[in-house]
């Protein structure tokens, strides 16, 4: 089992910046993600995914804009989220893969690929 907890979410103008963390229970190996739900919409759209020793996919939509990160020895997962537009508002949600690193050729973006969640942190990006 992998506990999962969010936090740094909150409110910004279009433009500015917010950095998201996610505490780990215990330290892991596995692929961690971030993926987001926006209002209305039951898809859950992965943003970013890294590996354990720091190999990172990113979408489309966060190219260029976001910055994902974590430190194994503090258990610690991060997205850094710069030039956001009020197309990001969403709740945040951590991920954790179902299976360690090595068992992945890269950080898979699918959800299927990812077992355990934490709660969500809101970001609301207004114009």
């Known amino acids: 089992q992998v506990q999962l907890v969010e936090s740094g979410g909150g409110s910004v103008q279009s433009g500015g910046s917010l950095h998201l963390s996610c505490t780990t229970s215990?330290?892991?190996?596995?692929?961690m993600a971030w993926s987001r739900e926006a209002p209305g919409n039951e898809e859950r759209e992965r943003v970013s995914?890294?590996?354990?020793?720091?190999?990172?996919t990113y979408a489309e939509s966060a190219k260029g804009r976001f910055t994902i990160s974590r430190d194994n020895a503090k258990k610690m997962l991060y997205l850094q989220m710069d030039s956001l537009k009020p197309e990001d508002t969403a709740m945040y949600y951590c991920?954790?893969?179902?299976?360690?690193?090595?068992?992945?050729?890269?950080?898979?973006?699918?959800?299927?690929?990812?077992?355990?969640w934490g709660q969500g942190t809101q970001v609301t990006v207004s114009s």
């Open positions: 991920a954790a893969s179902g299976y360690a690193s090595a068992a992945y050729s890269s950080p898979p973006l699918a959800r299927y690929e990812y077992t355990f």
């Open positions: 995914a890294v590996s354990d020793s720091g190999t990172a």
């Open positions: 215990p330290r892991t190996n596995r692929i």
